[in-house]
Nanobody, 120 residues
Framework: QVQLVESGGGSVQAGGPLRLSCAASGYTTVSYCMGWFRQTPGKEREGVAAIDADESKTYADSVRDRFTISKDNNKNTLYLQMNSLKPEDTAMYYC???????????????WGQGTQVTVS
């Protein structure tokens, strides 16, 4: 059974950094496409960044050059390094995974519970 558990969220001042982690179990990250989505109340979930099995990365325009997605296949863990955070980055952040290369499409099969990021 695939499980994704996010951590690292919290409150940070604008301009500061934060790193999210996602511990995966039930499969190996080396063979899956993984990513991060975010959602604020009343809005649809938005794809933020994705990394496929070949380590190709995709970013939303709103976070390009500020966020970096990476994964450690030995630890089965996905990361999102967020720099130069803005108040509009405030959201619940979700880790996602799927066997198919979905990039920023919302049809991922596996979702974590989310971790809150608040930028003030």
């Amino acid at each position: 059974q695939v499980q994704l558990v996010e951590s690292g969220g919290g409150s940070v001042q604008a301009g500061g950094p934060l790193r999210l982690s996602c511990a995966a179990s039930g499969y190996t990250t080396v063979s899956y496409c993984m990513g991060w989505f975010r959602q604020t109340p009343g809005k649809e979930r938005e794809g933020v960044a994705a990394i496929d099995a070949d380590e190709s990365k995709t970013y939303a325009d709103s976070v390009r050059d500020r966020f970096t997605i990476s994964k450690d296949n030995n630890k089965n863990t996905l990361y999102l390094q967020m720099n130069s955070l803005k108040p509009e980055d405030t959201a619940m952040y979700y880790c996602v995974a799927d066997f198919y290369n979905l990039q920023l499409a919302r049809s991922y099969n596996y979702w974590g519970q989310g971790t809150q990021v608040t930028v003030s």
